[in-house]
């Protein structure tokens, strides 16, 4: 039989003593106090939550060693996704947080993708109580030790600040205009448009700037326009009531009501219908929504967040994208660059991705060795930060020894090079110049120095090339 083992430690800080405090977050009331009373029992503080919405803002509020919910939030959502996704939104606000979760006696197989995606461990209801008392108890300890990792990281570039802001690693020269951008406008209440390659860290930006506002206790909300149907659209968006349609068995709030007061995040704004362009845009507009079969109107006070990585002006020529509705999201614009256009990021995300994925998959300790640097450096990137997070981990998973190497990155060796008699002189230098820079790891002197240029010139040509 497994042991729970002695009473976890109290935490020490400067000048308290308080007892690990663990969330505990699921939508049936008994299953909350049953937890709750099985933890207190064994020295633990619990705070509860009852909704996705309850559990980001107890993250938000408070500092914890432990988290244990509960995915299936049955009356929120209509597919489990949504209650994956809360782990990467917790994940957001709280790196550091331990979140196990709980499931329904054999669904082994949410479980499973929800430790894929972060989670720390699972317990099956109806749970053993040894069971679910040795993980919180390990959980904590693996909390502590995130959280005195984290005091000690050197206090590089970061927004991070205040409690609550996700992390977000900004080194680069290229970044301290988007980074000072954001500072400026995350109090306000002014529409974002966040634009960018894909994986340049738009969402994450959205989160920052919610966190960072006046909204921070209210909920911050999510929705993917990219692949609604026109009929999903309406109903995911604005709510339906009850034998609306088919499948509208229950009443159902949309997500501007459930984003009420807090930030609405709109991805992949550019791929909506002109029909559905027409219905946010009235929205915006009046701020009542209608839930689809009813005809009560409800105002809603959301600040709109929307990314993508379309041209939205281009959209716009080509009319496939409302000019007004553009006017109205985009009252400031954050672009978002590449993640080959600084290049100075590429070293201080690799080395936070590896922490965590050493971290996550009981390899402390891992470095990454000259070689593997080198190869992330030279690498183009054309996923971005999260193609960078993949090669990581995939590093991390692949490591043998204590340091990742370039073998392990699982990154494509450059191509062929292009025959010099296929190209016409522009790109021929422009290939010249990029390999140049990819051997310099984007250091421009240097690439300057190898080619005989100038500083300048190099300049002068990447720019008349479009290369910057
Ligand atoms: N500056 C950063 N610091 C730390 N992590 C980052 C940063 N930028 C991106 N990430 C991480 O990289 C991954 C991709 O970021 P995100 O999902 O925000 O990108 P995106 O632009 O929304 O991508 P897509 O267009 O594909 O939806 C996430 O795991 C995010 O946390
Ligand atoms: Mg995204």
Same mark, same amino acid.
């Given at each position: 039989?497994?042991?729970?083992?002695?009473?976890?430690?109290?935490?020490?800080?400067?000048?308290?003593?308080?007892?690990?405090?663990?969330?505990?977050?699921?939508?049936?009331?008994?299953?909350?106090?049953?937890?709750?009373?099985?933890?207190?029992?064994?020295?633990?503080?619990?705070?509860?939550?009852?909704?996705?919405?309850?559990?980001?803002?107890?993250?938000?509020?408070?500092?914890?060693?432990?988290?244990?919910?509960?995915?299936?939030?049955?009356?929120?959502?209509?597919?489990?996704?949504?209650?994956?996704?809360?782990?990467?939104?917790?994940?957001?606000?709280?790196?550091?947080?331990?979140?196990?979760?709980?499931?329904?006696?054999?669904?082994?197989?949410?479980?499973?993708?929800?430790?894929?995606?972060?989670?720390?461990?699972?317990?099956?209801?109806?749970?053993?109580?040894?069971?679910?008392?040795?993980?919180?108890?390990?959980?904590?300890?693996?909390?502590?030790?995130?959280?005195?990792?984290?005091?000690?990281?050197?206090?590089?570039?970061?927004?991070?600040?205040? *409690?609550?802001?996700?992390? =977000?690693?900004? #080194?680069?020269?290229?970044? @301290?205009?988007?980074? /000072? $951008?954001?500072? %400026? &406008?995350?109090?306000?209440?002014?529409?974002?448009?966040?634009?960018?390659?894909?994986?340049?860290?738009?969402?994450?930006?959205?989160?920052?700037?919610?966190?960072?506002?006046?909204?921070?206790?209210?909920?911050?909300?999510?929705?993917?326009?990219?692949?609604?149907?026109?009929?999903?659209?309406?109903?995911?968006?604005?709510?339906?009531?009850?034998?609306?349609?088919?499948?509208?068995?229950?009443?159902?709030?949309?997500?501007?009501?459930?984003?009420?007061?807090?930030?609405?995040?709109?991805?992949?704004?550019?791929?909506?219908?002109?029909?559905?362009?027409?219905?946010?845009?009235?929205?915006?507009?009046?701020?009542?929504?209608?839930?689809?079969?009813?005809?009560?109107?409800?105002?809603?006070?959301?600040?709109?967040?929307? *990314?993508?990585?379309?041209? =939205?002006?281009? #959209?716009?020529?080509?009319? @496939?994208?409302?000019? /007004? $509705?553009?006017? %109205? &999201?985009?009252?400031?614009?954050?672009?978002?660059?590449?993640?080959?256009?600084?290049?100075?990021?590429?070293?201080?995300?690799?080395?936070?991705?590896?922490?965590?994925?050493?971290?996550?998959?009981?390899?402390?300790?891992?470095?990454?060795?000259?070689?593997?640097?080198?190869?992330?450096?030279?690498?183009?990137?054309?996923?971005?930060?999260?193609?960078?997070?993949?090669?990581?981990?995939?590093?991390?998973?692949?490591?043998?020894?204590?340091?990742?190497?370039?073998?392990?990155?699982?990154?494509?060796?450059?191509?062929?090079?292009?025959?010099?008699?296929?190209?016409?002189?522009?790109?021929?230098?422009?290939?010249?110049?990029?390999?140049?820079?990819?051997?310099?790891?984007?250091?421009?002197?240097?690439?300057?120095?190898?080619?005989?240029?100038?500083?300048?010139?190099?300049?002068?040509?990447?720019?008349?090339?479009?290369?910057?």
């Amino acid at each position: 039989m497994i042991t729970a083992g002695p009473m976890p430690d109290t935490v020490a800080t400067t000048s308290t003593v308080r007892l690990p405090r663990v969330l505990v977050a699921d939508d049936q009331p008994d299953i909350l106090e049953a937890v709750q009373l099985l933890l207190k029992g064994e020295g633990y503080e619990v705070e509860t939550a009852l909704s996705p919405s309850g559990i980001l803002l107890a993250v938000q509020r408070h500092d914890f060693d432990a988290a244990l919910i509960d995915l299936n939030y049955a009356r929120d959502t209509t597919s489990g996704a949504e209650g994956l996704d809360l782990l990467g939104r917790i994940r957001a606000v709280d790196p550091t947080l331990p979140v196990s979760v709980m499931t329904a006696w054999g669904s082994v197989d949410g479980a499973v993708e929800a430790m894929r995606r972060g989670a720390y461990d699972y317990v099956e209801k109806p749970w053993d109580n040894a069971r679910l008392l040795l993980m919180v108890r390990r959980q904590v300890e693996m909390g502590r030790a995130l959280r005195a990792g984290r005091q000690l990281q050197t206090e590089i570039e970061t927004l991070r600040g205040t *409690a609550g802001r996700p992390l =977000l690693i900004a #080194e680069s020269p290229r970044m @301290r205009p988007v980074l /000072d $951008l954001m500072a %400026r &406008i995350a109090p306000s209440d002014a529409n974002v448009l966040i634009t960018g390659e894909h994986g340049t860290g738009k969402e994450l930006v959205a989160q920052w700037l919610h966190a960072a506002s006046a909204r921070a206790t209210k909920p911050f909300t999510a929705v993917n326009l990219g692949g609604l149907s026109e009929g999903l659209f309406e109903s995911e968006l604005f709510g339906h009531v009850r034998g609306a349609f088919t499948d509208a068995k229950t009443d159902r709030a949309g997500r501007f009501e459930l984003a009420d007061g807090g930030s609405l995040f709109l991805d992949e704004i550019a791929n909506i219908s002109l029909s559905q362009q027409a219905k946010l845009l009235r929205v915006l507009q009046t701020r009542e929504v209608e839930r689809v079969g009813s005809s009560r109107t409800k105002r809603v006070d959301v600040r709109i967040l929307a *990314a993508t990585n379309a041209d =939205l002006r281009e #959209e716009v020529s080509a009319g @496939r994208f409302r000019e /007004d $509705l553009l006017f %109205r &999201i985009n009252t400031i614009e954050i672009p978002l660059p590449a993640l080959r256009d600084r290049r100075e990021d590429i070293l201080p995300l690799a080395r936070h991705f590896l922490d965590r994925h050493a971290q996550r998959y009981g390899r402390r300790g891992l470095t990454l060795d000259a070689g593997a640097a080198q190869a992330l450096l030279t690498h183009s990137w054309p996923g971005n930060v999260r193609e960078l997070d993949h090669a990581v981990e995939r590093g991390v998973l692949l490591a043998q020894g204590t340091s990742v190497r370039a073998g392990d990155l699982g990154l494509r060796p450059p191509g062929p090079p292009a025959r010099l008699e296929d190209l016409t002189l522009a790109e021929a230098e422009r290939a010249i110049i990029e390999r140049a820079l990819a051997r310099f790891g984007g250091n421009v002197s240097q690439a300057a120095r190898a080619l005989g240029l100038s500083r300048s010139a190099l300049y002068r040509r990447l720019e008349s090339n479009g290369q910057v």
